[in-house]
């Protein structure tokens, strides 16, 4: 994880400030990844559970790095020792929010996150806002403050942040960080289960964001309102409820606009990889790539979309293992082979999890199970028909997205 620094004298005086030390040199970036280290780079030396950044020093000098953040001690002079590197780090990212004068918009959640950031800072790109927004999955304890630091502190920027979570306490420590003007939870459900032990947990942990915002919205109260009339997206009914929650929390900074202004904003607006974007192919085959991630109300959600698309042909579902769903895992899988059946015409299951939803699948018309994906690519590329539409789905460590890759090159 690296990041480049805009505001370098700013970064400078506040790392001063907090080591208590003067006359520290320019900045240039920050990595937390000994191997990505470039010249003047600030090198934290982070220590996990199963391994130590301090072991990475030397490397990270040598890379280039200017000084380094650790929790031990180190003979070089440009090595300072903190308690822990991610409380520092939190602690100084607290300090530059505090002195930040424009808007700030935090949004957390189960599932739509990344597109409802993205529609968030499209839409205020295009009414002539200044944005700044996290990229890539930066939402963890370090990547927030990481991703602050490479913004310009300027008053007239607005800073969009997504802020995730895998176990309690995430929500309400990043946005105590952050102090949302605006607070958004996009909705709740069985994600990182393993983590929380109960939705219960995961619904306090994401509306602790709201202990931290001036104005807060929930979007599981919030209707899927948007109409988007002739829109490449206009029948996909988790765009629409992201759009919808994206407009409402853009309605504090650009007012009222009608849906027909509305399209036209987000007429350009690019899904983000593997949130639902659909890739024709030839004979009419239609590739729905869904693969970024996966919980059981996620996969439901992209069942409902793939049933909803209109075709001569048959509607096939590739899913992958559901992670961290922690003691009912196996439920969990057997249920959604409940949800598919009378809905599509195929089901096509990889993963040892997913082997439970294959077993509990008769009754869809077409059902197979793999545990190699090279096996899997060649089957699923022989039995495609004229205009079927295939959808995959699964947890990002499945790697269906190279599967959707291979599809696709496969069948052009």
Request: proline fraction near 1%; aromatic fraction near 8%; charge should be negative.
């Amino acid at each position: 994880m690296r990041v480049d620094i805009i505001e370098t004298d700013l970064f400078v005086r506040y790392l001063s400030d907090a080591l208590n030390i003067d006359n520290l040199s320019s900045i240039t970036g920050i990595s937390t990844d000994s191997r990505h280290v470039k010249k003047n780079d600030l090198f934290l030396a982070i220590k996990g559970d199963h391994f130590d950044g301090a072991d990475f020093i030397d490397e990270a000098l040598s890379n280039g790095a200017i000084y380094v953040i650790a929790e031990s001690m180190h003979d070089n002079d440009n090595v300072f020792t903190v308690n822990n590197v991610i409380e520092f780090i939190g602690k100084l990212c607290s300090q530059w929010m505090v002195n930040f004068d424009g808007k700030t918009i935090g949004i957390t959640g189960s599932n739509g996150k990344t597109t409802t950031k993205d529609l968030i800072s499209h839409i205020l790109i295009k009414k002539g806002h200044n944005v700044s927004k996290t990229e890539g999955n930066f939402n963890t304890s370090i990547g927030v403050p990481l991703t602050v630091f490479s913004f310009s502190n300027d008053p007239s920027q607005i800073y969009v942040l997504e802020l995730g979570a895998n176990q309690v306490g995430d929500i309400d420590y990043l946005s105590s960080i952050v102090k949302p003007d605006i607070g958004i939870v996009t909705n709740i459900s069985g994600a990182h289960l393993e983590g929380f032990g109960s939705i219960d947990n995961i619904r306090k942990e994401k509306r602790s964001i709201f202990n931290h915002s001036k104005k807060g919205y929930y979007g599981d109260e919030i209707s899927a309102s948007i109409i988007l009339s002739n829109h490449s997206l206009a029948n996909n009914e988790v765009f629409l409820k992201n759009a919808s929650i994206a407009y409402e929390a853009c309605k504090d900074l650009i007012g009222e606009v009608d849906n027909e202004e509305f399209s036209e904003i987000i007429e350009d607006f690019v899904l983000p990889k593997g949130r639902g974007q659909v890739y024709s192919l030839s004979r009419g085959i239609v590739l729905i790539d869904d693969t970024y991630n996966a919980n059981p109300e996620s996969v439901k959600a992209a069942v409902d979309n793939l049933v909803r698309h209109q075709t001569k042909g048959r509607k096939l579902f590739i899913f992958g293992d559901m992670k961290e769903l922690g003691e009912n895992e196996i439920d969990f899988h057997k249920n959604i082979a409940d949800y598919c059946e009378g809905k599509i015409d195929g089901i096509i299951c990889y993963g040892s999890l997913a082997k439970n939803t294959f077993n509990n699948s008769k009754s869809i018309p077409l059902s197979l199970h793999f545990d190699n994906k090279d096996t899997l690519v060649t089957e699923v590329c022989s039995l495609l028909e004229n205009d079927d539409i295939i959808m995959l789905k699964g947890s990002r460590s499945m790697q269906l997205d190279s599967v959707a890759e291979d599809i696709k090159n496969h069948v052009k």
